[in-house]
């Protein structure tokens, strides 16, 4: 009787199983690792804007960020976009009075808060939105570090492409 086997060691039973086999498992790993759904193939790229406050810094770094300078992440050194807006105000504490038994506001000299617009062009999907490659969302410490400053901030604000 002849022998229906190929390579010496597998007949083409064995072969079509092995090919399913690896078929599944491929759609299997698809699906559940890195399967990108219909809501992450339908970003489109615009500009878009977020703002960073930076809580209690000198009032020597809010005078250096200029409008119109770019912005990395000091972490990893990567862009971030073009400034497009800088504002600060006075950093203030919160204290208690015991005479009055009351809570004020005071200034503290020599320091300030700073909130930079930075846009960029970026990505929306139904996940999150990315702008020059870094993920944006509100209330995200960022790094942020441009000519002459750096400062840790918080992202307070995210804009639609305006």
């Known amino acids: 009787m002849k022998s229906r086997k190929l390579f010496g060691v597998f007949n083409i039973v064995d072969i079509i199983l092995i090919l399913a086999v690896i078929a599944v498992g491929a759609v299997g790993a698809k699906m559940f690792l890195g399967g990108s759904g219909e809501a992450d193939t339908a970003a489109t790229t615009k500009t878009y804007s977020y703002v960073v406050m930076g809580a209690e810094v000198l009032d020597e770094t809010a005078d250096f960020p200029v ?96």
């Open 67 to 162: 409008v119109g300078g770019n912005a990395y992440n000091s972490s990893t050194s990567a862009y971030l976009g073009t400034v497009k807006e800088v504002a600060a105000e006075q950093f203030t504490e919160t204290i208690y009075d015991k005479e009055t038994s009351k809570f004020h506001k005071v200034p503290v000299e020599g320091y300030s808060n700073i909130y930079v617009t930075i846009e960029g062009p970026g990505s929306e999907t139904e996940k999150d939105i990315t702008v020059n490659g870094t993920t944006v969302k509100t209330g995200m410490e960022l790094n942020v570090k441009g000519k002459g400053y750096a400062f840790k901030g918080i992202v307070v604000e995210v804009r639609d492409g305006e």
